[in-house]
T-cell receptor, first 116, second 111 residues
Framework: AQSVTQPDIHITVSEGASLELRCNYSYGATPYLFWYVQSPGQGLQLLLKYFSGDTLVQGIKGFEAEFKRSQSSFNLRKPSVHWSDAAEYFCAVGPYGAGNNRKLIWGLGTSLAVNP | NAGVTQTPKFQVLKTGQSMTLQCAQDMNHNSMYWYRQDPGMGLRLIYYSASEGTTDKGEVPNGYNVSRLNKREFSLRLESAAPSQTSVYFC??????????FGPGTRLTVL
């Protein structure tokens, strides 16, 4: 069955520290992979995406993620976290469905808190 | 461009009341989605519309109906609200395979 697992429900880091958020997936074909961020009280915003090619992808706000096919992972990283990075982060995989009926499989999210 | 807009931003209903959540996008996207977000449950797909005139059920469609009025608008209706429908509702439209653009959400409380 297709699924996305974000093993860490909540993570706290200090400002300036490095960050890695984990995402593991189960998917029958080569996936499209996404990380979205949700700031408090806001909608979701796409951070970065992987469709094909270079397995290290760069996104907005200084984030990057690496696709590792052998580990079925797509972990999100940032070298130095800022207080404004405190948010909920969602990993998603897809699309599944035929034709125009394309949907995403969502992880449950990781809540990031940043200590000053 | 406004992107995806949702109205209202907040709503309080009593059990049994009905209401319609409105969503509109100005990006000429074909596909649109309605999600609900609950603590610890992530995002769950309620309904989606691959194109104007078509709608399909997602994971949690019970208690909801949708209308894809035209390419821009995709509304979600609660015919008889229940406390279990207290949630944050997000509308999204699809930019490319899997890549979705989200609205700001509607925070609904059913008493």
């Amino acid at each position: 069955a297709q699924s996305v697992t974000q093993p860490d429900i909540h993570i706290t880091v200090s400002e300036g520290a490095s960050l890695e958020l984990r995402c593991n997936y189960s998917y029958g074909a080569t996936p499209y992979l996404f990380w979205y961020v949700q700031s408090p009280g806001q909608g979701l915003q796409l951070l970065l995406k992987y469709f094909s090619g270079d397995t290290l992808v760069q996104g907005i706000k200084g984030f990057e993620a690496e696709f590792k096919r052998s580990q079925s992972s797509f972990n999100l990283r940032k070298p130095s976290v800022h207080w404004s990075d405190a948010a909920e982060y969602f990993c998603a995989v897809g699309p599944y469905g035929a034709g125009n009926n394309r949907k995403l499989i969502w992880g449950l999210g990781t809540s990031l808190a940043v200590n000053p | 461009n406004a992107g995806v807009t949702q109205t209202p931003k907040f709503q309080v209903l009593k059990t049994g009341q009905s209401m319609t959540l409105q969503c509109a996008q100005d990006m000429n996207h074909n596909s649109m989605y309605w999600y609900r977000q609950d603590p610890g449950m992530g995002l769950r797909l309620i309904y989606y519309s691959a194109s104007e005139g078509t709608t399909d059920k997602g994971e949690v469609p019970n208690g909801y109906n949708v209308s894809r009025l035209n390419k821009r608008e995709f509304s979600l209706r609660l015919e008889s609200a229940a406390p279990s429908q207290t949630s944050v509702y997000f509308c999204a439209s699809r930019i490319s395979p899997g890549e979705q653009f989200f609205g700001p959400g509607t925070r609904l409380t059913v008493l």
